[in-house]
T-cell receptor, first 111, second 117 residues
Framework: RKEVEQDPGPFNVPEGATVAFNCTYS??????FFWYRQDCRKEPKLLMS???SGNEDGRFTAQLNRASQYISLLIRDSKLSDSATYLCVVNPRYNFNKFYFGSGTKLNVKP | GAGVSQSPSNKVTEKGKDVELRCDPISGHTALYWYRQSLGQGLEFLIYFQGNSAPDKSGLPSDRFSAERTGGSVSTLTIQRTQQEDSAVYLC???????????????FGQGTRLTVV
């Protein structure tokens, strides 16, 4: 079983839509969680960390559900520039420097 | 530049040749990672270095792949006797390894696009 699993998509949404992605992780000892964004033919970059209490950064909201072992990313009022692949990343508690990446969820925001 | 630097940015090689890919991590970062990404696919973990500890090589796909990190800084990924299925983008990342919960961000280089013909 993969450490991190994501729906590959693509999610095709119109501008202004709200879209949500989920990601499940297999190791209950996972400690830290992140969402990275990867544009086409570019390197991944940190979008936001995910805190236990949930956190928001502008139009982006991240949630963590430890009981069900999933994290989510909600994007409100989608922009064309949000089109990218969103990667879910977890750090296990036994090695806070090791990152497990999901294979990514592709988002296409259409005019 | 303070970011992760990788070279070359593109490499075309003939099947059977050896290649070396280089990564300069962010100064002071103790953790260094190599990932591979095939076209349209997710990141595949290859190898991880943390300080002076023995590297985690569990992701290397075959014994044709090896990596070293000299002086806790620069890393070289070597692929011997390249095969066409080795064609991918090879991404290097580093992190500060502070251990602070929720703050250990990985910074990526722009990758080396390897094409084996």
């Amino acid at each position: 079983r993969k450490e991190v699993e994501q729906d590959p998509g693509p999610f095709n949404v119109p501008e202004g839509a709200t879209v949500a992605f989920n990601c499940t992780y297999s190791n209950s000892a996972s400690q830290s969680f992140f969402w990275y964004r990867q544009d086409c033919r570019k390197e991944p970059k940190l979008l936001m960390s995910v805190y236990s209490s949930g956190n928001e950064d502008g139009r982006f909201t991240a949630q963590l559900n430890r009981a069900s072992q999933y994290i989510s990313l909600l994007i409100r009022d989608s922009k064309l520039s949000d089109s990218a692949t969103y990667l879910c990343v977890v750090n296990p508690r036994y090695n806070f420097n090791k990152f497990y990446f999901g294979s990514g969820t592709k988002l296409n925001v259409k005019p | 530049g303070a970011g992760v630097s990788q070279s070359p940015s593109n490499k075309v090689t003939e099947k059977g040749k050896d290649v070396e890919l280089r990564c300069d991590p962010i100064s002071g970062h103790t953790a260094l990672y190599w990932y591979r990404q095939s076209l349209g696919q997710g990141l595949e973990f290859l190898i991880y270095f943390q300080g002076n500890s023995a590297p985690d090589k569990s992701g290397l796909p075959s014994d044709r792949f090896s990596a070293e990190r000299t002086g806790g800084s620069v890393s070289t990924l070597t692929i011997q006797r390249t095969q066409q299925e080795d064609s991918a983008v090879y991404l290097c990342a580093s992190s500060a390894g502070t251990g602070q919960i929720g703050t250990t961000e990985a910074f990526f280089g722009q990758g080396t696009r390897l094409t084996v013909v």
